[in-house]
């Protein structure tokens, strides 16, 4: 049975990643268990269940729930039929085999800061890619890797995943910030051990550093680091540099560092889009085990844009204050546990309803109406601003935007296309759009 299972995700599985991917990692392996919510899946080594588990494992997981219709964990057991731990983060103290990752080693990444925690989306798509490709090919074409981006764009979370992942494929790792780089080298220095600390790098397969523009203004330490750089660029090792700024506007910071951190390939981590923003906020939600509705995490995605570690906030927040007054997380509780974030000013102005009921008013008619099949001229207006403006001061595509106004999307392109005319061609109409766009504003 738990067979059977599996060799049906199989032939779908085939159809989802490459030929070679395939071979490699998925031929080899068997259902063996299927029990409750959990179905543990047996691979020939240890390295093949890391594998998975780092890049396969929300695929497999899908694609089983599916196939047996409801959610079930996947856990990946290597031949003798010890089950490794479904989660990349908790490791035993021996026993399994997943001993063969020393714990002290894997310590040192940050907890749970791994690919399967990572969500890919359009915001952190290259980098991504970067990431898994110098793992694939370490020291190859992309050698320093140099991610670059806001802070609490997923800078941290990328490198110790590499770090992570590098480990456990038996590969050297030094994952540091550039501030303990500095700290140890001063030390180092001090200890007159200047030689062992260069062989320490030296030797790594894969130096990972974070935050490298601390090492702004600190010219010894930079010059230090350009040595290892060379050494390890020559030996094939390779790096992975993070910073809040491109190589070349970090102030202070020589010639020499800036061209060599810049001489591989610079990938930018931008803010959240907005669907990459819903799909983390729902596994976390989920990795919590919240029950948030979606119109919630859709109006957190909305309202904070700017990093994740900021949409992150928001949403402990209201899961804090859910839990403190012991009531279910709704809308209502959302606006009141995130409403002093922002000086006060959360912007209901961007939830649909309010947009409509502003539109409605204006008009003189009835939301309802907005929402129903009247066909008079006032409300069939009233209809194409309420469209306007949720286009334009929301994130609502518009699918969705049919969705809250019971049409469909080839409706909405059509109202869209006229009332964009109409504000051209009477400025009346565009003034008073105009108008209600600013109320909303203050509201
Ligand atoms: P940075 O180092 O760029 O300041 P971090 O790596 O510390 O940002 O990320 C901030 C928070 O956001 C962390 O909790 C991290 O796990 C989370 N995070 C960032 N990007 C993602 C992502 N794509 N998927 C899941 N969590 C993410
Ligand atoms: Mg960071």
Redesign the pocket.
């Known amino acids: 049975m738990p067979q059977k299972i599996w060799q049906s995700a199989l032939e779908q599985l085939q159809l989802q990643v490459s030929k070679a991917n395939y071979e490699t990692w998925l031929s080899d392996t068997r259902g063996v268990e299927f029990s409750q919510d959990t179905f543990v899946v047996a691979v020939p080594s240890i390295f093949v269940a890391e594998w998975l588990r780092e890049r396969l494992y929300s695929l497999i997981k899908r694609t089983l729930s599916n196939i047996i219709g409801r959610t079930v964990e996947v856990q990946f057991s290597v031949a003798t039929g010890e089950p490794t731990l479904p989660r990349a983060q908790s490791y035993p103290d021996g026993g399994t085999s997943t001993k063969v990752l020393s714990p002290t080693k894997s310590a040192r990444s940050k907890e749970?800061?791994t690919f399967e925690?990572?969500?890919?989306?359009q915001?952190?798509r290259i980098a991504?890619a970067a990431a898994l490709e110098v793992l694939e090919s370490p020291g190859g074409k992309y050698n320093p890797l140099f991610i670059y981006?806001?802070?609490?764009?997923?800078?941290?979370?990328?490198?110790h995943a590499i770090a992570h992942t590098a480990r456990s494929r038996g590969f050297q790792v030094i994952c540091t910030t550039a501030e303990q780089f500095t700290n140890q080298y001063v030390l180092a220095l001090k200890n007159n051990s200047i030689d062992e600390f260069h062989e320490r790098f030296r030797s790594a397969d894969f130096l990972l550093i974070?935050?490298v523009q601390f090492l702004s203004g600190k010219a010894q330490t930079q010059e230090c680091l350009v040595h290892i750089f060379n050494d390890l660029y020559h030996s094939s090792g390779q790096m992975v540099i993070?910073s809040?700024r491109l190589p070349k506007t970090i102030p202070n910071v020589t010639n020499k560092l800036s061209s060599r951190l810049a001489g591989g390939l610079v990938v930018h981590?931008s803010p959240?889009d907005f669907e990459?923003s819903l799909a983390?906020l729902t596994?976390?939600a989920t990795s919590s085990n919240a029950v948030v509705p979606t119109e919630v995490l859709r109006f957190i995605a909305m309202q904070f844009k700017s990093?994740?570690?900021e949409?992150?906030g928001a949403l402990n927040r209201v899961l804090t204050y859910a839990k403190l007054s012991g009531a279910k997380v709704d809308m209502t509780l959302a606006l009141q546990a995130l409403a002093d974030i922002d000086g006060g000013k959360i912007l209901p102005a961007l939830t649909p309803k309010l947009i409509m009921d502003v539109v409605a008013t204006h008009y003189g008619v009835s939301p309802d109406a907005i929402r129903g099949k009247q066909r008079d001229k006032r409300t069939a207006l009233a209809r194409q601003v309420a469209i306007y403006l949720l286009r334009q001061e929301t994130r609502y595509s518009l699918t969705e935007i049919g969705k809250l106004l019971n049409r469909d999307h080839s409706t909405i392109v059509h109202n869209l296309a006229r009332i964009s005319q109409s504000m051209k061609t009477d400025p009346d109409l565009a003034a008073s759009v105009e108008r209600l766009r600013r109320e909303l504003k203050r509201k």
């Not at 925690?117 to 989306?121: A, D, V």
């Open positions: 749970g800061y925690t990572f969500i890919p989306g915001c952190n991504y981006g806001e802070t609490g764009t997923g800078k941290t979370h990328l490198l974070d935050d993070t809040d981590l959240p990459t983390i596994a976390k990093s994740v570690r949409l992150e």
